[in-house]
């Protein structure tokens, strides 16, 4: 299975949504992707056939049990996937040897090829546009993200994050996602950060 593809097709797209979500009901996937319920159980079924998806009955209230939709272990394979300990070693050798500006230069060197293959994707005219694309650029890459529009500016949220781990210890590795914002949509502002413990990256995007 070839991940960037996978999660541009109807299910990709479900396993996307349900890993933004924690758990679903197929009705409330129906709403969100605006499809009948019978469409999304036939992909479910597939999913589940798959062994990345599992099912279980809930309780929501007095009614009786619905059956909610939630990501299994393997499905987390998935999205992108980092060797924490073994990059965290690293960096932390590079760091003890030659200091912590060649941590630095190692990531900026990244950032500036991120720069340039977002600068190639964001080119719409219109600050939603530009905001939609690089959204787009990311899910691309196994990040489950969204944008929505805020007072002032649009809000971009990254569920998902194939550093998080490291960049606990490695902070410079947060570097990267603040250039790229930095040079394709402008001035932003994190306001929520996995690094610290919230269950998302969320970016108030003020210069688009």
Not at 29 to 44: D, K, T
Not at 102 to 118: Q, T, W, Y
Not at 176 to 191: K, M, R, S
């Amino acid at each position: 299975m070839q991940v960037d593809r996978f999660f541009q097709t109807s299910r990709g797209k479900i396993v996307a949504e349900l890993r933004r979500r924690g758990s679903a009901t197929a009705a409330e996937l129906a709403a969100e992707f605006r499809v009948s319920p019978n469409a999304i159980r036939q992909q479910l079924v597939v999913l589940e056939r798959d062994g990345l998806v599992a099912e279980q009955s809930v309780r929501r209230g007095p009614t009786k049990p619905t059956l909610e939709f939630s990501l299994t272990p393997e499905a987390d394979k998935l999205f992108p996937q980092a060797y924490d300990k073994m990059l965290s070693a690293v960096l932390r050798e590079v760091k003890d040897k030659y200091g912590p500006p060649a941590v630095e230069e190692i990531f900026g060197s990244i950032a500036r090829r991120a720069v340039d293959k977002a600068k190639s994707k964001v080119t719409a005219g219109d600050a939603e546009g530009k905001v939609a694309q690089l959204t787009e650029m990311l899910r691309e890459g196994g990040v489950v993200a969204e944008y929505s529009l805020i007072d002032g500016g649009f809000m971009l949220a990254e569920h998902s994050c194939p550093y998080n781990e490291v960049a606990k210890e490695h902070p410079e590795v947060c570097s990267v996602i603040h250039q790229v914002l930095d040079e394709t949509i402008g001035e932003h502002e994190q306001v929520e950060s996995m690094r610290q413990g919230a269950k998302s990256c969320k970016f108030e995007l003020k210069g688009a």
